[in-house]
């Protein structure tokens, strides 16, 4: 199996910057696309972001294009969510995941492993 530790959430003024690391461990951590999704109170998990197995592919949300960059370290093991310009709107419990689909997707049902999830909540 592979297990995924997200780390960095926390508390930040609106137009902040927030930088989220999602640590794994188990299987070849360079088989599998990444992903971010991100959920707040209420409301269903909406897809943030995703990369490709090699790093060299990424797909955003229109909501935080321009915004947010996903990037990953194999080496390390390790996926990134730099986030810039933050809004009130971002702040939700973000999960990173890994899925068998090369080029990663948007399709929450396409993962097959998740993190346990990071607060992140954006003042105004």
């Known amino acids: 199996q592979v297990q995924l530790v997200e780390s960095g959430g926390g508390l930040v003024q609106a137009g902040g910057s927030l930088r989220l690391s999602c640590a794994a461990s188990?299987?070849?951590?360079?088989?599998?696309?990444m992903g971010w999704f991100r959920q707040a109170p209420g409301k269903e998990r909406e897809f943030v972001t995703t990369?490709?197995?090699?790093?060299?592919?990424?797909s955003s949300a229109d909501s935080v294009k321009g915004r947010f960059t996903i990037s990953r370290d194999n080496a390390k093991n390790t996926v990134y969510l730099q986030m810039n310009s933050l809004k009130p709107e971002d702040t939700a419990v973000y999960y990173c995941?890994?899925?068998?689909?090369?080029?990663?997707?948007?399709?929450?049902?396409?993962?097959?492993?998740w993190g346990q999830g990071t607060q992140v909540t954006v003042s105004s």
């Open positions: 990369i490709s197995w090699h790093g060299g592919r990424t």
């Open positions: 188990g299987r070849t951590f360079s088989n599998y696309a």
């Open positions: 995941a890994a899925t068998g689909n090369p080029y990663g997707s948007s399709r929450s049902t396409e993962y097959i492993y």
